[in-house]
């Protein structure tokens, strides 16, 4: 990978006519020696080293190391830091062997230069990927997002930004169906949250983690989680920009990237009645919906469809998976099996010891019954089968029964029609 040659060193200096002073002299003034642990070790056994390939940074990194050593000015900045700082640490270059040595002088400018300024931060830790694990074992990744995080508080508190323009919430998209273009427009006012969710999701689930430790509010930090799966999860050009990067993958292997972030994403976003003053219930459908086409683990599904359940009064019928009207026979599709276990478990939630229904129970049936009437249309729906989605919701919980009626016509009308063609 990088050849070291080092013969001017035998046949000058290394050899019989030189007194073991001479020696020793040499030795304290060689860069190489009095430097870096590594070369102190590896060149008194031979003159031609060759660095192995896990070297960090590769023949480049040790060019620029090289000229450190020896005293030439070389630029450091945010684009090649990581790389150097484990390069010297590959190479032993610590304070045990030279006052100021390259690992002293990296995390200097680590700390005093890069950590101070959020695009420079940005830039390191996303070079770090490249250097793992010395990155992580030299806490590069954790201090930049430990500085990432505390950046990203100081512009929630900023009082004179703030002043102008309210930090970027939820709110607007509540009581609307889900849609990913009008979450992608309130985004596009903060510039900051879009640099966070274009992280890789191991960097971005610990950014999100230190934000809470640094006491950032759960209505500012569940959008951010938001916003990373609206991007990576739901929006359509995710596939299209792992084939621009150069990721050639399969649908397969696409479909298992998404299950992967879906699932973490499920993970950090609040669970129950704390997330229905934050998220739209309607992104939770949106996620749930995703999640049939592409094999979500089935404990992340149900844990999926139990938080939607606890949220189901704030939904309204657009939010619903609605089955397409080419199903399997009895109208068993994937989409009204998931609904119908959705709506059962948000019965059984709301039902007390007594089996009376919660005031919200109400909203919920009637929003069932609004469901039946978009399936009922469905040739394929037999009359068992709609009576059994009917009882779903208990007859106790309905305070009106217009949309139950609505949809038992339209049912009634389908299932003549198909008679009356019979007959002819």
């Not at 590594?38 to 590769?58: A, D, H, N, V």
């Not at 931060?121 to 201090?143: A, D, G, H, Y």
């Not at 274009?198 to 809470?212: C, D, E, Q």
Request: proline share 4%; net charge negative.
């Amino acid at each position: 990978m990088t050849n070291i040659i080092i013969r001017d060193f035998q046949s000058n200096f290394w050899s019989s006519k030189h007194t073991p002073e001479f020696h020793s002299f040499w030795y304290l003034q060689n860069p190489l020696f009095s430097k870096s642990g590594y070369f102190k070790r590896r060149l008194i056994e031979t003159t031609q080293l060759e660095l192995p390939q896990s070297f960090p940074g590769g023949p480049e990194t040790f060019e620029m190391i090289a000229l450190f050593m020896y005293g030439s000015s070389t630029l450091i900045d945010p684009f090649n830091v990581a790389a150097l700082r484990c390069a010297a640490e590959f190479l032993e270059m610590t304070e045990e062997f030279c006052s100021g040595n390259l690992c002293e002088r990296f995390d200097l400018y680590l700390n005093q230069v890069v950590l101070q300024n959020w695009d420079d931060t940005l830039i390191v830790l996303q070079r770090c990927q490249t250097f793992i694990p010395w990155s992580e074992e030299l806490l590069i990744v954790s201090r930049c997002i430990e500085s990432l995080a505390f950046m990203a508080c100081m512009e929630i508190l900023d009082p004179e930004r703030r002043r102008d323009r309210p930090v970027v919430t939820l709110e607007a998209l509540a009581g609307q169906a889900w849609s990913c273009e009008a979450a992608n427009e309130i985004l596009s006012q903060e510039l900051w949250i879009k640099d966070l969710i274009a992280l890789p999701f191991g960097f971005f689930k610990r950014i999100i983690g230190s934000l809470r430790r640094q006491g950032m509010k759960e209505k500012y930090v569940s959008p951010i989680v938001v916003f990373y799966a609206n991007k990576w999860v739901l929006s359509k050009k995710t596939i299209q920009y792992w084939e621009s990067s150069g990721e050639r993958t399969s649908d397969a292997n696409a479909n298992d990237k998404v299950s992967t972030i879906l699932q973490g994403v499920l993970d950090l976003l609040p669970m129950r009645e704390k997330a229905s003053r934050v998220i739209p219930v309607g992104f939770y459908f949106a996620l749930l919906s995703r999640s049939i086409g592409i094999g979500l683990r089935n404990d992340s599904k149900v844990k999926l469809q139990d938080q939607i359940a606890s949220l189901l009064h704030f939904a309204q019928v657009e939010d619903l998976l609605i089955p397409s009207s080419r199903v399997d026979s009895d109208c068993s599709s994937m989409e009204l099996a998931t609904m119908e276990s959705i709506f059962s478990t948000n019965v059984s939630l709301n039902m007390d010891t007594n089996n009376a229904p919660s005031a919200s129970n109400s909203t919920v049936a009637e929003l069932w019954d609004t469901f039946l009437s978009h399936i009922a249309s469905d040739p394929k729906m037999r009359p068992k089968r709609f009576m059994e989605l009917i009882e779903t919701v208990p007859i106790s919980c309905r305070q009106s029964h217009d949309q139950l009626y609505r949809a038992m016509n339209t049912f009634l009308q389908v299932s003549l029609s198909q008679t009356s063609s019979c007959l002819e």
